[in-house]
């Protein structure tokens, strides 16, 4: 049986308004995780993600190049507990979008 574990990453560099949230869902979903992204005031993008250590580890090194048109300059990653990311994309199931 896989544990479960949890991230949160902070994605700066040219990561708005090319798309990255929505390569970021798709992503996360062909990977299975469950969880959310999404932009920041300060131009950066979050996101949480919860799955397997391998599934994890397989999204942040997609996170570290991102989709094409985006420039990653810098990837911060944390582990977290499952209910904080829980906690902040309310009563939605699979991978969101939050605005």
Known sequence: MTTAVARQFRIRGRVQGVGF????????????LSG???NLP??????GASGSS???NEF????QHGPPG????????SVVEENELAGQAG???GFVILR
Do not use: C, F, M
Not at 42 to 47: F, G, H, I, K, L
Not at 60 to 63: D, G
């Open 21 to 32: 949230r929505y390569w970021t869902q798709r992503e996360a979903q062909r990977l299975g």
């Open 36 to 38: 959310w992204v999404r």
């Open 42 to 47: 300060d131009r950066s993008v979050e996101a």
């Open 54 to 56: 391998e599934q994890l």
């Open 60 to 63: 942040e090194r997609w996170l």
């Open 70 to 77: 985006a420039r990653v300059d810098q990837l911060e990653a």
């Open 91 to 93: 009563d939605s199931a």
